[in-house]
């Protein structure tokens, strides 16, 4: 009875559903995006590295800017980050559009708008991860945390598939005006977001280092949350091995059109509507460590699937396999670094951690559209599986396992 109390609750409270609203709109655009751009580089370059380097890119805030938009979300105003970042990815989002629609955009554009987008992305991310612990109770965060990632992965579900046919039948710009017209929309709903203050706030006169130093401490002395930080570390790199070189592998080795692309990505979304659905009973049942560690067993699984594929739908099969042991270890790591972190150091510590996830995905991506320039992708596939292996088997002998 408290359960569905709590679940009405989320449900009247009316910063939660501008959150929730937002991000169903910043998901159905960034579909858009992540379809359209990956094959917009390859009918410019043929590349598999050029397609994969754009992906490094997207990734670069997470490293460079990581513990910075951090500090900066934690002493400055949160909403008023929110606003500016959101108009930021407005404006990025327009520059692309009119350099397509003149037919001046070159892959260089690309990189430079795509970092300036990822960068502002990245810090409204946080912002919206530090914010939500202060608009609802610490009982609702598991509860919101999966209904925010339900909504994510329905979106995946079908944005794919629409991006791909909006390709095929109209035009690359008419794809990203959607995507330019959620962001637009996103930034008129964090107009109406109302932030109460925070209970501690930091100190604005101590310096830079000094409040990174605080989210770096944070992070490397609560062991509750370093270890599956770590282990999303090498996660990443695992993945990073593959989600570089995927597109080029379904279009260059399969012979996929951009309409399978698009139906592929929008099978893969289905592994994460199940995860968000299951994860509130699983965690009835089963601790989170218990939750954590077995999922890893699905992404073995999503590998060895893939190494096999010879159809882009069972790529597509692979993917939900993937998406679905994804959903479920993001969303017990985002609900323990918020219930274990103090808010006044959420934002660092999000930052930091984020920062520490995100370094292997660079090296990652570059060695894998270097390889596919020479190799075989499905190579890339059996490394990958290898690392899950690894990171299992170091985790079910590790107390993490035993978190409740």
Known sequence: MKHVNEERTLWR??????????STLSSFGMQMYSIAIPLLIY????????????????????????????????????????????????????AILVL?????????????IGFVLSSAGYTFGNANHSVLPQLISKEQLTSANAKLSLVDTLIRMIGPGIA???IAAFSYESTLT???????LLFVFVQFLQVPPRGRETNGSASLWKDMKEGIDELLHNQTLLT????????????????????????????????EIGFMF???????????????KLRKRFGRGTIYTYSLL???????????????????IALAIRTFSTTLSNIVYFTIRQEFTPNHLLGRVAGTSSMLMKLTLPVGLFISGLWAEWFSVRILFVCSMCIFILLFLRLFHHPFRQLK
């Not at 695992?238 to 012979?255: C, E, P």
């Not at 699984?301 to 597509?316: K, R, V």
């Open 13 to 22: 409270n009316r910063n939660f559903l501008l959150l929730w609203g937002g």
């Open 43 to 94: 009918d410019l370059s043929q590349s598999a590295l050029a397609m994969s380097m754009m992906r490094a890119i997207e990734f670069f805030p997470n490293i460079f800017l990581g513990m910075l938009a951090g500090v900066l979300v934690d002493r400055l105003n949160r909403k008023r980050m929110m606003m500016w970042t959101s108009f930021i990815q407005v404006l990025s989002m327009a």
């Open 228 to 259: 599956p930080t770590v282990t999303v570390l090498f996660s990443n790199f695992a993945s990073s091995l593959v989600i570089g070189v995927l597109v080029f592998f379904a279009t260059d080795v399969l012979g996929a059109n951009s309409e």
């Open 178 to 184: 959607i995507y330019f017209g959620c962001l637009f």
């Open 266 to 280: 929008t099978i893969s979304a289905i592994g994460g509507i199940i995860g968000a659905s299951v994860v509130g």
């Open 164 to 166: 791909g046919m909006l």
């Open 298 to 316: 699905f992404d073995i699984l999503a590998m060895a699937l893939l190494i096999f594929t010879p159809t882009w739908w069972m790529i597509g």
């Open 100 to 112: 397509l629609m003149t037919k001046q955009l070159e892959i260089w554009h690309l990189y430079i």
